[in-house]
């Protein structure tokens, strides 16, 4: 379905990579704009391949070609990155982009193209070791810095997820001048069931980010059992021992979604959290909310979740404890988590991003009218 104005399908070139949210963000945000506005995206990937259920998602929204190069953080230095920008630039060309959407601002450094620029910030490592670490980037990480650096200052636009996040990107990197705000949505439509008395999370817990380690031990404090699915184990040899939670391992995004479809609760122990697309899932299915008690959190979902501590097992444990033996309160939270989450949808995302490619394209309807 082509958009309102009957205007040509536009074509939209989008990096993706297969080992955190960024996949889902691109799938559900390329679905909805061809769905609604007819646009064509031609994903492009970096970092370890994706499954073959991931390859069949993408190549059902869109085209899908797949780089072997390493996404920034995964890199040793930044010449394992030289290659990058030629090649984006050359496809967009190839493919005849109107706009190149990049889901991490250092791969716009040093991007030579005439086509319109649109970075988002997930994450990166300057604002990771930020909140997870409490300090700057080590010496040999530096490059990073300026690596985003020098895209933000490349792009048309720069994109954050959450007013925390784009705060935190001023503090880590100083001013941004083309920063804006468009929040992550998502297009789960939840079954409707009875809920089990689990509480759940998910996420890739090799990542200290993630904060697994406190949940872990909050397991052993509580008697309500606490589900986790995810890898503990990264791609750069991270681990992390989980002694007390059932661990599930990496499943499908079907699978994960099942399981969040159940749970009475879900928690996210996050330190570092840019969005936290797993909280807003979970709101969708009507969980009740358990969450780090951290700016991004505290932004979404103030009013409407019970926030702990994310450095104090036993808060979670307390929190779980309270909210086990109290269903009325379980269906309350659940309930105005799930009336939040409508403020996040899949369709407000893609309007936005919509109207700042219209921006970039110069479509006529998006400007004013000549006089």
């Excluded at 992390?240 to 059932?246: F, G, K, M, V």
């Amino acid at each position: 379905m082509v958009g309102a104005s009957n205007r040509p399908a536009r074509r939209v070139l989008m990096t993706v990579d297969s080992v955190g949210g960024v996949w889902r963000y691109a799938m559900d945000l390329a679905a909805e704009l061809k769905l609604w506005q007819g646009s064509e995206t031609i994903f492009v990937g970096f970092g370890p391949e994706p499954s073959p259920d991931k390859v069949e998602e993408a190549s059902a929204i869109g085209d899908f070609v797949w780089l072997d190069l390493p996404l920034d953080w995964m890199a040793s230095g930044p010449d394992e990155l030289a290659e990058v920008p030629a090649l984006i630039a050359s496809l967009a060309e190839e493919e005849e982009a109107d706009v190149i959407h990049l889901n991490l601002p250092s791969q716009a450094a040093a991007l030579k193209t005439s086509i319109p620029v649109v970075t988002v910030s997930h994450s990166c490592v300057v604002t990771w070791f930020s909140a997870v670490r409490g300090h700057g980037v080590p010496d040999d990480w530096a490059w990073q810095q300026q690596l985003n650096r020098e895209g933000f200052d490349r792009a048309d636009v720069v994109l954050a997820p959450s007013r925390s996040h784009a705060l935190m990107l001023k503090q880590a990197y100083g001013r941004i001048d083309n920063l804006a705000v468009v929040p992550n949505g998502s297009r789960y439509q939840p079954a409707t069931g009875e809920k089990e008395n689990f509480a759940y999370a998910a996420g890739r817990w090799w990542d200290d980010g993630k904060n697994g380690a406190v949940l872990d031990q909050a397991a052993a404090l509580t008697d309500f059992p606490i589900v986790m699915a995810g890898s503990n184990k990264g791609p750069n040899e991270q681990y992390l021992a989980l002694e007390h939670a059932r661990h599930l391992g990496e499943l499908s995004y079907a699978e994960a979604m099942a399981l969040m479809e159940k749970a009475a609760i879900v928690v996210s122990p996050s330190i570092y959290e840019p969005f936290g697309l797993s909280a807003l899932e979970a709101a969708r299915a009507g969980a009740a909310l358990v969450l780090s008690d951290i700016p991004t959190y505290r932004e979404l979902w103030d009013g409407c979740a019970v926030f702990a501590d994310p450095r104090d097992p036993k808060a979670f444990a307390e929190a779980l404890d309270h909210l086990s033996g109290d269903e009325e309160l379980r269906a309350n939270l659940g309930a105005k988590a799930r009336a939040r989450s409508r403020l996040f949808s899949v369709e407000e995302q893609a309007t936005a991003m919509h109207r700042i490619y219209d921006l970039l394209t110069c479509q006529p309807e998006s400007l004013p009218a000549a006089e």
